[in-house]
């Protein structure tokens, strides 16, 4: 995995937590050396990221990212190029949500940023070690979508939008 694409997915890793992160275990999960996740860290509070360091670990305090919340509605087989379309403009799926009648909002967190992580993610359904959240609503879902700009997020619409993908507002 290169330096840029690390970076980016431990910064989605961190803006998911709850808790505290250690640099023993970003080096273990990103399988790179205690001093590369230094040196990571760094890089991204250079880039912006209010990254705080404690003794319990590193602690994502806010992000200069930008996120927006897409409806969408769509069959399984579109699945992959849904991913694929946000992906591919620089967005991260940060996370599916449905709208239940009975149980309320269901949140699953997703932090798709590379097909690496849309192939482990569909090969998750095809296996069937679970089904799609979609699935309890006929189809009908919601992103959490982050991306480096507002511009992005425009043309990740705009292509959404193209592909029939985005439920219109009424």
Same mark, same amino acid.
């Given at each position: 995995? !290169? ?9 989605? /890793? ?15 999960? +990103? ?24 003794? !319990? ?11 927006? @919340? +897409?409806? @969408? +509605? ?7 190029? =849904? $991913?694929?379309?946000?992906?591919? /403009? ?11 009648? @009975?149980?309320?909002? &269901? @949140? ?8 690496? #992580? ?14 799609? $959240? &979609? ?5 009908? #879902? ?9 511009? /992005? /997020?425009? !043309? ?6 193209? !592909?029939?993908?985005?439920?219109? =507002?009424?």
């Amino acid at each position: 995995m !290169k330096a840029e694409q690390r970076r980016k997915e431990i910064a989605n /890793l961190m803006m998911s937590l709850q808790s505290p992160i250690s640099g023993g275990q970003l080096s273990k999960h +990103f399988d790179v050396s205690r001093q590369i996740i230094v040196q990571d860290i760094a890089f991204l509070k250079s880039s912006g990221y209010d990254i705080l360091s404690t003794n !319990k670990g590193y602690v994502m305090q806010k992000t200069p990212l930008y996120e927006r @919340v +897409f409806k @969408v +509605f769509h069959t399984r087989e579109q699945t992959e190029d =849904e $991913l694929n379309t946000i992906i591919n /403009l620089g967005g991260t799926v940060v996370d599916v949500f449905v709208w239940h009648k @009975v149980y309320g909002k &269901m @949140v699953a967190a997703l932090n798709i940023s590379s097909k690496h #992580h849309i192939n482990q993610f569909l090969e998750g359904v095809r296996t069937g070690k679970s089904s799609e $959240l &979609m699935n309890i609503t006929g189809g009908y #879902h919601y992103h959490t979508v982050r991306a480096e700009s507002n511009e /992005l /997020l425009i !043309k990740i619409e705009q292509e959404l939008v193209k !592909k029939n993908l985005i439920v219109p =507002e009424i």
